[in-house]
């Protein structure tokens, strides 16, 4: 894994555990909430995930956007599987995710490297 990713995820769970030291139960629950919307259902995880994806690029966080595109190749997403995603994601949000696309693309190389 890249240097990059590897300090992404190490902050991410870093600050995820700092969060819920705080005991606050409502931020507990929504951590819950969005875990478990990801597990497998009607929808498979794959799927999910390149919905999520495909939201992060349209609301333009590119910590989601990464987040997504790390468990969208664990869950075996090729790359025309990714242009396709992000081709919907441009089409949704239009030419202001352009820049999150370019940011997400790069991405992509990063984690095909690992």
Do not use: W
């Amino acid at each position: 894994m890249s240097d990059r990713l590897t300090e992404f995820r190490q902050f991410r769970e870093k600050m995820n555990a700092r969060i819920h030291e705080s005991g606050n139960l409502d931020i507990k629950r929504f951590f819950a909430l969005d875990s478990r919307a990801y597990e497998d259902g009607a929808l498979p995880v794959k799927t999910k995930e390149l919905l999520g994806l495909v939201a992060s690029l349209v609301l333009r966080c590119d910590d989601c956007v990464t987040y997504h595109i790390v468990r969208c190749r664990e869950e075996g997403v090729t790359r025309d599987e990714f242009f396709e995603t992000f081709n919907v994601a441009l089409v949704v949000g239009g030419s202001i995710t352009i820049p999150h696309l370019r940011r997400a693309v790069a991405t992509l190389d990063e984690v095909e490297q690992m």
